[in-house]
């Protein structure tokens, strides 16, 4: 019995540390890909705030029927906002 004990705890072991090995190499490759977003974020950040001040200008610029699209646009915003949160 000691010794099937003995055996269970190695193995034990020797699992865990395969874990933390594993668990490392995952937060490192976690923390690459964060740094690659960060770089993406001041590159896209531009592009996207043009891209939104177009769209303005096109809905706030246009007839009556623009500033209603612009209406449910900004609704569905914020619903998707709300959802996000949940």
């Known amino acids: 019995m000691r010794e099937a004990l003995a055996k269970l705890d190695d193995m034990r072991r020797a699992e865990g540390k395969h874990l933390v090995e594993e668990l490392r190499e995952r937060l490192a490759r976690i923390g690459g890909l964060a740094e690659e977003v960060r770089g993406l974020v001041v590159t896209l950040r531009p592009a996207f705030a043009r891209r939104l001040e177009t769209r303005l200008k ?4 246009g007839p009556r029927s ?3 699209g612009l209406r449910r646009e900004l609704r569905c915003l914020r619903n998707a906002a709300i959802s996000a949160k949940n």
């Open 66 to 68: 623009s500033r209603r």
């Open 58 to 61: 096109e809905l706030l610029g």
